[in-house]
């Protein structure tokens, strides 16, 4: 369904032939997240990477899913085009689980810690918000990638999130977006996209 969004999303600036990325898409898949909303989760993420050039010289994409623990639930080289890219996101299973977004930050950046040299390292993180108390705290958990020049974007979805909390794992506040409804989410595309391209932010819902 997200996918008749498409054609309306890729209609600005064309990316830089020169552009290469490798990017992380971080999916919050714990219990506070129904199957339902995680399904609208992997909806964005398929129709943000068709906005990438992928393929093994230019962009690549991976998936990590969390719960309590974190899952590489697609690696780096292991699709090489939008096409085999979407069908993989669509099997990726649903964990529940309690909310370890810490770990998961954590888990991330050993793997952006091996991305290719001279690439944009971009890490896509989308959740409902706020993990409980007593984990550890996202500034300190997202320092590593920070540590890495890794462009961290996360969108928090649906009425419980707290943005002052996510807003300590991005470097800039145009980094940080909202959408009301994980059904809204994928309405983010655009605004990433253009944020990814001439560094502006237009706020969506």
Not at 89 to 94: F, H, L, Q, S
Not at 151 to 160: H, L, T
Not at 178 to 190: A, D, H, K, N, W
């Amino acid at each position: 369904m997200a996918l008749r969004y498409i054609c309306l999303f890729v209609t600005g600036a064309p990316l830089p032939r020169e552009f290469k990325a490798d990017v992380l898409f971080v999916v919050d898949s714990s219990q506070s997240i129904s199957k339902e909303k995680f399904l609208r989760e992997l909806d964005f993420v398929k129709v943000f990477a068709r906005t990438l050039d992928i393929s093994p010289d230019k962009s690549r994409v991976g998936v990590v899913t969390f719960g309590n623990t974190p899952t590489h639930s697609i690696r780096f080289e292991e699709y090489t085009s939008i096409q085999s890219f979407s069908r993989g996101v669509d099997v990726v299973p649903y964990i529940a689980g309690p909310k370890r977004l810490d770990k998961a930050l954590v888990f991330a950046a050993r793997i952006l810690s091996k991305a290719r040299p001279n690439v944009n390292k971009m890490l896509v993180l989308l959740t409902d918000g706020k993990q409980p108390l007593g984990r550890d705290p996202l500034d300190a958990s997202a320092k590593p990638l920070h540590q890495l020049d890794v462009k961290i974007s996360v969108i928090g979805a649906g009425g419980n999130v707290s943005m002052q909390e996510l807003s300590k794992i991005t470097s800039e506040p145009g980094d940080l977006f909202y959408s009301r409804t994980f059904g809204g989410m994928v309405l983010q595309v655009p605004a990433f996209y253009d944020h990814m391209i001439s560094g502006t932010f237009r706020k969506c819902f």
